[in-house]
């Protein structure tokens, strides 16, 4: 048990490492959103929905990667908090990269996390996860690397 919580530690603190060295300042990412989205969209700039986006998407990984710590908090399992971390990492150093240089990389790790949560029962035994978990995150994974990447394509196709 030690030696997984030490393990846990060093990877959450190279998740942190690589979020803080990697991701542009919330300031900028912010404003970048904001841009984007008012870019795409006039309306949608002016009434300030880039706003309400930016400050989601500060917040979002962060929180879906807690609850995912969380659970295999709660089911006691070292292996199982090993896992979820090596997994948030990936995803969220994706989703880092992809704001650095592609947003085609938001896509993919937005696409593969609904993915991997809907299949995660297969892989990762934890019974603290809730059951509709899965569909939940399925659900909006699917849908939110949809939207996005339609927009990367409409705006490219209007350029």
């Known amino acids: 048990m030690a030696k997984a919580t030490t393990v ?7 998740i942190a490492a690589a979020a803080f060295l990697l991701n542009p300042s919330p300031a900028q990412h912010r404003a ?3 841009a984007a989205i008012a870019e795409r ?13 930016a ?3 500060t917040y979002h990984p962060l929180g879906i990667a807690s609850y995912c710590v969380l659970f295999a908090v709660m089911g006691g399992s070292g292996e199982t908090l090993v896992i979820e ?10 989703a880092v990269a992809g704001f650095r240089s592609s947003p085609w990389l938001v896509v993919a790790a937005l696409l593969a996390h609904g993915i991997f949560d809907f299949v995660r029962g297969a892989a990762i035994s934890n019974p603290w996860v809730p059951v509709w978990w ?4 399925l659900v909006f994974g699917v849908t939110a690397a949809g ?3 339609w927009l990367l394509k409409s705006s490219r196709q209007a350029s």
Not at 8 to 14: C, I, L
Not at 85 to 94: E, H, W
Not at 134 to 137: I, L, S
Request: hydrophobic share 65%.
């Open 134 to 137: 899965p569909q939940f995150c």
């Open 8 to 14: 846990s530690a060093a990877v959450a603190a190279a």
């Open 32 to 34: 970048r959103i904001k």
């Open 147 to 149: 939207y996005l990447a």
């Open 55 to 57: 400050f989601a998407s």
């Open 41 to 53: 969209s006039p309306l949608a700039g002016a009434i300030g929905i880039g706003a309400l986006t």
């Open 85 to 94: 971390l090596t997994v948030g990492a990936v995803l969220i150093v994706a």
